[in-house]
């Protein structure tokens, strides 16, 4: 399965992603990835793991759907058959879920659908919560929602900052990211409604 990645900045998830395509944890290729900012670490790493990496300009297009429009032509054009969010920041649009449809993958660092949206782990650590967690879901059009396909959860400490927490989380987000993406492009998930299901638990 051909896979594209859009990112917008550090790029650990990407890189986790590339990493399982190549080493066979996940059965498909991780064709292109395409950031919404020019700046994106992970353009530098797509690259030097083989990856084509292009960055394409928002402010170049007159709206978000035409931004979309770009994004799926591009994404098209290589071929891709599973498009995973990995720190892509940017809404996307119907037109980009309708060209996808059911093939739009996001992780999010938390257990959703709490804490949606920027900083969700501070969000956690303010709200006083004692665990949290990432989950891993098919993308509809509310920012970050749509049915779950996995979670993981992790413990919130006493002495926790955003930035430990953070860090943890992103341990289990590589993990969960790449065990899902590698059932998605096994197809071994199937949705009953909102209910996702694999045939592994
Ligand atoms: C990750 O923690 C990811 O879950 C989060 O952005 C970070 C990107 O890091 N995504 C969201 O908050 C989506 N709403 P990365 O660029 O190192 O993968």
């Given at each position: 399965?051909k896979?594209g990645?859009?990112v917008?900045?550090?790029?650990s998830?990407?890189?986790?992603l590339?990493?399982?395509?190549?080493?066979?944890?996940?059965d498909?290729?991780?064709?292109?990835?395409i950031?919404?900012?020019?700046?994106?670490?992970?353009?530098?790493?797509?690259?030097?793991?083989?990856?084509?990496?292009?960055?394409?300009?928002?402010?170049?297009?007159d709206?978000?759907?035409?931004?979309?429009?770009?994004?799926?032509?591009a994404l098209?054009?290589?071929?891709?058959?599973?498009?995973?969010?990995?720190?892509?920041?940017?809404?996307?649009?119907?037109?980009f879920?309708d060209?996808?449809?059911?093939?739009?993958v996001?992780?999010?660092?938390?257990?959703?659908p709490?804490?949606?949206?920027?900083c969700?782990?501070q969000?956690?650590?303010?709200y006083?919560?004692?665990?949290?967690?990432?989950?891993?879901?098919?993308?509809?059009?509310?920012?970050?929602?749509?049915?779950?396909?996995?979670?993981?959860?992790v413990?919130?400490?006493?002495d926790?900052?955003e930035?430990?927490?953070?860090?943890?989380?992103?341990v289990?987000?590589?993990?969960?990211y790449?065990?899902?993406?590698?059932l998605?492009?096994?197809?071994r998930f199937?949705?009953?409604g909102?209910?996702?299901?694999?045939?592994?638990r």
């Amino acid at each position: 399965m051909k896979i594209g990645i859009l990112v917008s900045g550090r790029g650990s998830n990407m890189e986790a992603l590339i990493h399982a395509c190549q080493d066979g944890r996940i059965d498909g290729q991780a064709v292109v990835v395409i950031s919404d900012r020019a700046e994106a670490g992970a353009l530098e790493i797509a690259r030097q793991l083989g990856v084509e990496a292009r960055f394409m300009d928002p402010k170049s297009h007159d709206s978000r759907e035409a931004f979309d429009r770009s994004l799926v032509d591009a994404l098209k054009e290589a071929g891709v058959e599973l498009v995973c969010l990995a720190g892509y920041m940017k809404l996307v649009t119907q037109a980009f879920i309708d060209a996808f449809a059911g093939r739009i993958v996001n992780i999010h660092p938390s257990l959703l659908p709490s804490f949606p949206g920027l900083c969700a782990q501070q969000q956690a650590l303010e709200y006083g919560c004692k665990v949290t967690g990432c989950t891993v879901h098919l993308v509809e059009l509310a920012m970050d929602s749509g049915p779950i396909l996995m979670q993981a959860t992790v413990p919130i400490l006493d002495d926790d900052t955003e930035q430990s927490l953070s860090e943890r989380l992103l341990v289990e987000e590589h993990r969960l990211y790449v065990e899902a993406v590698s059932l998605l492009a096994s197809h071994r998930f199937t949705l009953e409604g909102r209910r996702a299901r694999t045939d592994l638990r």
